[in-house]
């Protein structure tokens, strides 16, 4: 199976390639040897004008050079400061639901990174798990929002990885910082995995800590000081994503105690695979097999016919899952004859949600 497809991030409206397994082992450090020591060494010498290009950029917009445009209502950007998954549609998802909770029309506007017509793979999430929330996407979000406005009547626009996306003002910057990788090995692209200088947070209204389960209490101290040391004045959340529970491609529901006891192959396309490997294994799953695929896959019809011979490989007893992001594009509830589950993740905060809520109200209030 491939697992060097490219996956795109955002830099204002220009993706940025993120290559597979042996582009992470490179710039983590993991590949040894006079070869990959000399593609590091090019890739940190094509880091410099791309961080020079991001600061100029930022500057631009903080001296009203560039100018941002305002929507009529308030705009919650939900972001972060690095290439990968951090765990932003859960958080999308969770402050959508949190303002429809409130009373508030609420839409949600994304670039639409990885797809190539339609919808991607995030959209289709938070459309089967909001289906009151409208969800728009292009590349002109400053646009969007004025059709969600005008034609939806919206009260409050959320966002989607919007943190170096400032063409569009926003009210509040919610960051998420991924606990178990924060600073994308310490670089920017492409020699590490940082979309901008770890100043920019500072533009922070809140920052997230996610994942904070896989990363001990000396760990998270160390992270929170930090970040104290970078925005000082900003509030520090810290989640986890927990499972909600089993979904199938006909939308039926299972608790996770559908999995006791049973050998599983699961599979992913997400930025960061060895974090659903961890959850699956944190809560009891017994993994019999594991693959993964880059981030937005787009599986064709051998792809799907390579997992159905995978999974007849294994115990006859086996379950095959995966993550909502691959389901929604698989559309299947068996897979190699057995049944195939996508496992439901939520956002769960263990500390800070109270002072998420007031900033989330905040802004609503502030625009009357």
Not at 153 to 179: I, K, N, T
Not at 231 to 252: C, F, I, K, S
Not at 285 to 313: I, K, P
Request: hydrophobic content about 40%; some cysteine.
């Amino acid at each position: 199976m491939p697992s060097d497809r490219p996956g795109t991030a955002a830099f204002d409206d220009a993706p940025l390639t993120l290559s597979g397994d042996y582009y992470g082992d490179l710039v983590a450090g993991r590949s040894r040897g006079l070869w990959p020591g000399l593609l590091r060494g090019g890739l940190r010498a094509a880091s410099l004008p791309y961080g020079l290009a991001s600061r100029l950029r930022n500057r631009f917009y903080d001296w009203g050079w560039k100018p941002s445009r305002r929507a009529p209502v308030p705009v919650v950007s939900i972001g972060n400061m690095t290439l990968g998954g951090t765990g932003k549609t859960p958080c999308v998802e969770y402050v959508a639901r949190f303002y429809r909770e409130h009373g508030r029309r609420v839409a949600i506007l994304s670039r639409g990174y990885g797809s190539s017509h339609g919808r991607n793979d995030e959209a289709l999430v938070l459309e089967e798990n909001l289906p009151d929330v409208p969800h728009l996407q292009g590349p002109d979000r400053a646009s969007l929002a004025a059709v969600a406005v005008a034609e939806l009547d919206s009260e409050v626009l959320v966002l989607d990885d919007g943190f170096q996306h400032r063409r569009l003002a926003r009210d509040l910057d919610v960051v998420l910082v991924d606990a178990t990788q924060p600073w994308g090995y310490g670089y920017l692209f492409p020699r590490g995995l940082l979309r901008e200088g770890r100043g920019g947070l500072r533009r922070a209204g809140v920052v997230v800590l996610t994942r904070c389960d896989q990363v001990g209490r000396d760990g998270r101290g160390r992270l929170r000081e930090a970040i104290a040391r970078l925005a000082p004045a900003v509030p520090v959340a810290e989640a986890t994503h927990r499972p909600l529970g089993l979904v199938n491609g006909d939308r039926h529901t299972r608790p996770l105690q559908h999995l006791a006891d049973r050998p599983v192959a699961a599979f992913c396309g997400i930025g960061n695979p060895d974090a659903f490997r961890r959850t699956l294994a944190d809560h009891g799953v017994r993994l019999a097999a594991f693959r993964s695929f880059s981030d937005h896959h787009v599986y064709t019809r051998t792809d799907v016919e390579d997992l159905h011979t995978w999974t007849r490989r294994h115990d006859p007893a086996c379950v095959a899952v995966t993550t909502q992001k691959d389901l929604v594009k698989l559309r299947l509830s068996r897979l190699g004859g057995t049944e195939l589950w996508a496992l439901r993740i939520g956002l769960h905060f263990e500390v800070g949600q109270e002072a998420l809520h007031r900033r989330l109200l905040e802004v609503t209030r502030t625009a009357g």
